[in-house]
């Protein structure tokens, strides 16, 4: 199958680049200084711990339309460039091509569906912890790499069975999901705690655990999600929240958020679709969201960036 990872940068480079080492036929979509590394050098991916990965040639283009028809697009570009970044990638989609979403939040999957329809989209959420460092390099900080991911509809598909054992192949932790969105909505929560609190606070998570005052607000961040989505018919236990905050107990004190690096580096903020996909989502259906309203307030002067990042 033909793969086309719209959005090359730590999610989209890292997966990307793990597929095309283990033999898979990836095509990179990138802009800027980090296509033109790419183009010209490969692409490295950089992990202190497992050891670097070297591509010293990659398929790479910043035109999508040069690609033609692909099977399965794996798409991970900032949520503020979804509705743009899909109409750019029309040209790919033949009428049994898959998309699946690795960006952050519960809206993103509905966006593409505005473009692309409901067949195309499938569901998928990942774990990773990295950035590009420089153009053409990135950066992985531990060990993790997950993707949970599955057809909306709850079965088994062709496409979905292939990329499933393709990233099992690539030496990615994968899973097949028959309840994807739940799985979705299960990151959300943490997510949502995690980038609310780290950049409004402007700390990493350890000295949110344990300042009483800023680990209650965490903890209403995340109760305020569960909430929503079992709202929306969303299976989530109704004390996941407190599962969550156990969980931050076992992660680095230095742990923080993309968004939170996004605000040190002026750039724009994904708050519109983490805390704002939840005030969004509560006003639907009645519940209350006063914590992550908060978190909309306090960063909504940041949330478009500096001129020069926009």
Not at 161 to 178: D, I, K, T, W, Y
Not at 200 to 212: A, E, F
Not at 229 to 238: K, Q, Y
Request: net charge neutral; with cysteine; hydrophobic share 45%.
């Amino acid at each position: 199958m033909k793969i086309a990872m719209m959005g090359s940068g730590g999610v989209g480079g890292f997966f990307g680049g793990r597929l095309a080492q283990a033999g898979y036929d990836v095509h990179f979509i990138a802009r800027g200084a980090h296509y033109a590394a790419m183009r010209d050098h490969g692409l490295l991916i950089e992990n202190k711990a497992q050891g670097d990965i070297v591509l010293p040639k990659v398929q790479v283009t910043d035109d999508p339309a040069t690609l033609g028809a692909v099977d399965l697009v794996i798409f991970s570009v900032k949520l503020w460039d979804t509705e743009a970044a899909a109409r750019s990638i029309l040209p790919l989609i033949g009428p049994d091509t898959g998309i699946l979403s690795l960006q952050n939040g519960v809206i993103k999957d509905d966006i593409l569906r505005s473009v692309f329809g409901d067949t195309a989209v499938m569901g998928g959420v990942g774990y990773l912890a990295t950035t590009v460092t420089r153009p053409g390099v990135i950066g992985q900080t531990g060990t993790m790499q997950r993707i949970v991911l599955g057809e909306y509809n709850g079965r088994e598909s062709a496409r979905a069975r292939f990329l499933h054992e393709a990233l099992l192949r690539a030496g990615v932790n994968a899973e097949l999901s028959a309840d994807v969105r739940k799985s979705i909505w299960e990151k959300y929560v943490f997510l949502v705690g995690l980038s609310g609190a780290t950049t409004t606070m402007r700390v990493p998570l350890g000295p949110i655990r344990r300042n009483p005052q800023s680990r209650a607000f965490l903890l209403q961040l995340m109760r305020e999600v569960v909430a929503v989505g079992r709202a929306h018919g969303v299976d989530l236990p109704e004390d996941f929240a407190d599962d969550r905050l156990a969980f931050a107990e076992s992660l680095p004190e230095t742990m923080t958020s993309s968004m939170h690096h996004d605000l040190d580096r002026n750039n724009p903020l994904e708050v519109n679709w983490l805390s704002g996909g939840v005030v969004q989502l509560g006003r639907v259906k009645g519940v209350p969201t006063p914590a992550n309203s908060a978190v909309c307030d306090i960063l909504a002067v940041h949330a478009a960036g500096t001129k020069e990042n926009r």
